[in-house]
Protein backbone atom coordinates (compact mmCIF):
# COMPACT_ATOMS: atom_id res chain seq x y z
CA UNK A 1 0.00 0.00 0.00
CA UNK A 2 1.08 3.32 -0.87
CA UNK A 3 2.62 5.68 1.94
CA UNK A 4 0.30 9.07 2.29
CA UNK A 5 2.64 12.05 1.53
CA UNK A 6 2.10 14.77 3.80
CA UNK A 7 2.29 17.24 1.30
CA UNK A 8 -0.22 18.26 -1.07
CA UNK A 9 0.26 20.43 -4.74
CA UNK A 10 -2.43 22.59 -5.44
CA UNK A 11 -2.74 23.12 -9.54
CA UNK A 12 -4.84 25.71 -11.47
CA UNK A 13 -6.19 24.16 -14.71
CA UNK A 14 -7.11 26.44 -17.40
CA UNK A 15 -8.64 25.47 -20.72
CA UNK A 16 -6.72 27.99 -22.93
CA UNK A 17 -8.22 29.54 -26.40
CA UNK A 18 -11.76 30.23 -24.21
CA UNK A 19 -13.12 33.20 -23.18
CA UNK A 20 -14.47 34.14 -20.64
CA UNK A 21 -11.72 31.57 -19.36
CA UNK A 22 -12.74 27.81 -18.03
CA UNK A 23 -10.90 26.90 -15.33
CA UNK A 24 -10.59 24.41 -11.83
CA UNK A 25 -8.26 24.66 -8.99
CA UNK A 26 -7.46 21.49 -7.39
CA UNK A 27 -5.34 19.92 -4.90
CA UNK A 28 -3.33 16.37 -5.46
CA UNK A 29 -1.43 14.16 -2.73
CA UNK A 30 2.47 14.63 -3.92
CA UNK A 31 2.82 10.98 -4.41
CA UNK A 32 0.61 11.05 -7.75
CA UNK A 33 1.49 9.58 -10.89
CA UNK A 34 0.57 11.86 -14.38
CA UNK A 35 -2.02 9.07 -14.87
CA UNK A 36 -3.27 9.81 -11.35
CA UNK A 37 -3.17 13.50 -12.36
CA UNK A 38 -4.67 13.49 -15.60
CA UNK A 39 -7.87 11.30 -14.11
CA UNK A 40 -8.09 14.22 -11.25
CA UNK A 41 -8.06 16.62 -14.18
CA UNK A 42 -10.51 14.83 -16.38
CA UNK A 43 -13.06 14.60 -13.24
CA UNK A 44 -12.38 18.39 -11.91
CA UNK A 45 -13.24 18.99 -15.62
CA UNK A 46 -16.02 17.16 -16.71
CA UNK A 47 -14.53 15.45 -19.79
CA UNK A 48 -15.34 11.89 -19.94
CA UNK A 49 -11.91 10.75 -20.27
CA UNK A 50 -12.88 9.28 -24.04
CA UNK A 51 -9.73 10.47 -25.71
CA UNK A 52 -6.33 10.56 -25.69
CA UNK A 53 -4.89 12.68 -23.14
CA UNK A 54 -0.93 14.40 -23.50
CA UNK A 55 1.80 16.09 -20.93
CA UNK A 56 3.86 18.37 -22.79
CA UNK A 57 6.64 19.58 -20.32
CA UNK A 58 10.28 20.44 -19.79
CA UNK A 59 12.51 18.46 -17.80
CA UNK A 60 13.74 20.50 -14.99
CA UNK A 61 17.10 18.01 -14.73
CA UNK A 62 17.69 18.22 -18.15
CA UNK A 63 15.64 21.51 -19.74
CA UNK A 64 14.53 18.89 -22.44
CA UNK A 65 11.00 18.74 -23.35
CA UNK A 66 9.61 15.70 -22.75
CA UNK A 67 5.86 14.12 -24.02
CA UNK A 68 3.75 12.27 -20.80
CA UNK A 69 1.33 10.22 -21.96
CA UNK A 70 -0.27 6.91 -23.26
CA UNK A 71 2.75 5.41 -25.78
CA UNK A 72 1.56 4.35 -29.09
CA UNK A 73 3.93 1.44 -31.04
CA UNK A 74 2.93 2.84 -34.47
CA UNK A 75 4.33 6.44 -33.97
CA UNK A 76 8.30 4.81 -32.92
CA UNK A 77 10.01 8.60 -33.78
CA UNK A 78 7.43 10.42 -31.30
CA UNK A 79 8.38 9.28 -27.27
CA UNK A 80 5.96 9.06 -25.13
CA UNK A 81 6.75 8.38 -21.45
CA UNK A 82 4.01 5.87 -19.90
CA UNK A 83 2.18 8.59 -17.18
CA UNK A 84 1.49 5.81 -14.75
CA UNK A 85 5.23 5.49 -14.27
CA UNK A 86 6.24 8.78 -13.91
CA UNK A 87 5.70 10.68 -10.45
CA UNK A 88 5.15 14.67 -10.69
CA UNK A 89 6.96 15.18 -7.89
CA UNK A 90 10.11 14.40 -10.26
CA UNK A 91 8.81 17.62 -12.58
CA UNK A 92 7.18 19.82 -10.05
CA UNK A 93 9.56 21.54 -8.37
CA UNK A 94 8.67 25.23 -8.05
CA UNK A 95 5.72 26.79 -7.11
CA UNK A 96 4.71 28.97 -10.83
CA UNK A 97 5.79 25.61 -12.58
CA UNK A 98 3.37 25.05 -15.25
CA UNK A 99 2.94 22.18 -17.97
CA UNK A 100 0.33 21.88 -21.35
CA UNK A 101 -2.23 19.34 -20.88
CA UNK A 102 -3.67 18.05 -24.45
CA UNK A 103 -7.12 16.37 -24.41
CA UNK A 104 -8.73 15.05 -27.53
CA UNK A 105 -6.40 15.40 -30.46
CA UNK A 106 -9.40 15.74 -32.96
CA UNK A 107 -10.90 18.52 -30.52
CA UNK A 108 -7.43 19.39 -28.82
CA UNK A 109 -8.26 21.13 -25.83
CA UNK A 110 -4.72 22.32 -24.58
CA UNK A 111 -4.74 23.44 -20.74
CA UNK A 112 -2.18 25.45 -18.62
CA UNK A 113 -1.74 23.43 -15.77
CA UNK A 114 -0.02 25.37 -13.04
CA UNK A 115 1.30 24.25 -9.98
CA UNK A 116 0.04 27.21 -7.57
CA UNK A 117 0.81 25.74 -4.21
CA UNK A 118 2.91 22.88 -1.86
CA UNK A 119 0.39 22.58 0.80
CA UNK A 120 0.79 20.02 3.98
CA UNK A 121 -2.42 17.82 4.13
CA UNK A 122 -5.05 18.69 6.46
CA UNK A 123 -6.74 16.02 8.82
CA UNK A 124 -9.48 14.71 7.61
CA UNK A 125 -9.96 15.80 3.91
CA UNK A 126 -9.95 13.67 1.25
CA UNK A 127 -7.93 14.03 -1.59
CA UNK A 128 -7.81 14.78 -4.40
CA UNK A 129 -10.89 17.82 -4.14
CA UNK A 130 -11.78 20.45 -6.51
CA UNK A 131 -12.08 23.97 -4.22
CA UNK A 132 -12.73 26.16 -6.86
CA UNK A 133 -13.60 26.85 -10.62
CA UNK A 134 -15.47 28.86 -13.07
CA UNK A 135 -17.41 27.93 -15.91
CA UNK A 136 -18.79 24.06 -17.36
CA UNK A 137 -16.52 22.23 -19.33
CA UNK A 138 -17.29 22.38 -23.04
CA UNK A 139 -19.79 19.18 -24.32
CA UNK A 140 -17.27 16.24 -25.56
CA UNK A 141 -16.76 16.25 -29.32
CA UNK A 142 -18.52 19.54 -30.38
CA UNK A 143 -15.23 20.01 -32.24
CA UNK A 144 -12.97 22.55 -30.15
CA UNK A 145 -12.94 26.02 -29.34
CA UNK A 146 -13.95 27.44 -32.47
CA UNK A 147 -16.64 24.93 -33.03
CA UNK A 148 -17.88 25.12 -28.84
CA UNK A 149 -18.12 29.63 -29.91
CA UNK A 150 -20.41 28.42 -32.50
CA UNK A 151 -22.18 25.67 -30.72
CA UNK A 152 -23.18 28.44 -27.46
CA UNK A 153 -23.99 31.21 -30.27
CA UNK A 154 -26.09 28.08 -31.76
CA UNK A 155 -28.19 27.19 -28.09
CA UNK A 156 -28.88 30.59 -27.37
CA UNK A 157 -30.12 31.97 -30.30
CA UNK A 158 -33.93 30.19 -30.87
CA UNK A 159 -33.58 31.80 -34.53
CA UNK A 160 -30.40 30.21 -35.42
CA UNK A 161 -30.94 26.96 -38.12
CA UNK A 162 -28.77 24.68 -35.80
CA UNK A 163 -30.65 26.07 -31.99
CA UNK A 164 -33.08 22.88 -32.01
CA UNK A 165 -30.47 20.17 -33.31
CA UNK A 166 -27.92 21.41 -30.83
CA UNK A 167 -29.80 21.65 -28.41
CA UNK A 168 -31.02 18.28 -28.43
CA UNK A 169 -27.44 16.75 -29.12
CA UNK A 170 -26.40 18.26 -25.67
CA UNK A 171 -29.74 16.79 -24.27
CA UNK A 172 -31.86 19.27 -23.80
CA UNK A 173 -29.52 22.45 -21.94
CA UNK A 174 -26.93 23.82 -20.92
CA UNK A 175 -25.68 26.48 -19.06
CA UNK A 176 -21.90 27.42 -19.77
CA UNK A 177 -21.82 29.50 -16.63
CA UNK A 178 -22.48 26.68 -14.05
CA UNK A 179 -19.61 25.26 -11.99
CA UNK A 180 -20.02 24.34 -8.83
CA UNK A 181 -16.74 22.69 -7.20
CA UNK A 182 -19.18 20.65 -4.63
CA UNK A 183 -20.72 18.57 -7.66
CA UNK A 184 -17.51 17.11 -8.65
CA UNK A 185 -16.39 13.20 -7.85
CA UNK A 186 -13.21 12.32 -8.26
CA UNK A 187 -12.99 8.18 -9.91
CA UNK A 188 -10.17 6.19 -8.46
CA UNK A 189 -7.23 6.49 -10.79
CA UNK A 190 -6.66 2.33 -10.76
CA UNK A 191 -10.04 1.42 -11.76
CA UNK A 192 -10.29 4.15 -14.86
CA UNK A 193 -7.09 2.15 -15.67
CA UNK A 194 -7.88 -1.03 -15.11
CA UNK A 195 -11.29 0.03 -17.38
CA UNK A 196 -8.86 1.91 -19.88
CA UNK A 197 -6.34 -1.01 -20.42
CA UNK A 198 -7.95 -3.83 -18.99
CA UNK A 199 -5.14 -4.78 -16.75
CA UNK A 200 -3.70 -3.56 -13.08
Same mark, same amino acid.
Given at each position: ??????????????????????????? =????????????????????????????????????? +????? $?? *???????? =?? #?????? $??????? +?????????????????????????????????????????????????? #????? *??????????????? +????? =?????????? *?????????????????????
Amino acid at each position: MRKKSNLIYQFKITLKDIKPPIWRRIQ =VPKTYTFWELHVAIQDAMGWYDCHLHEFKLINPLTDT +EINIG $IP *DEEYEDYE =VL #PSWKQK $IANYFIL +ENQGVNYIYDFGDYWKHRITLEKMLPREKNITYPRCIEGRRACPPEDCGG #PDNYN *DFLESIRNPNDEQHE +EMLEW =VGGEFDSEHF *DPNEVTFDNPAERFKIAFGKK
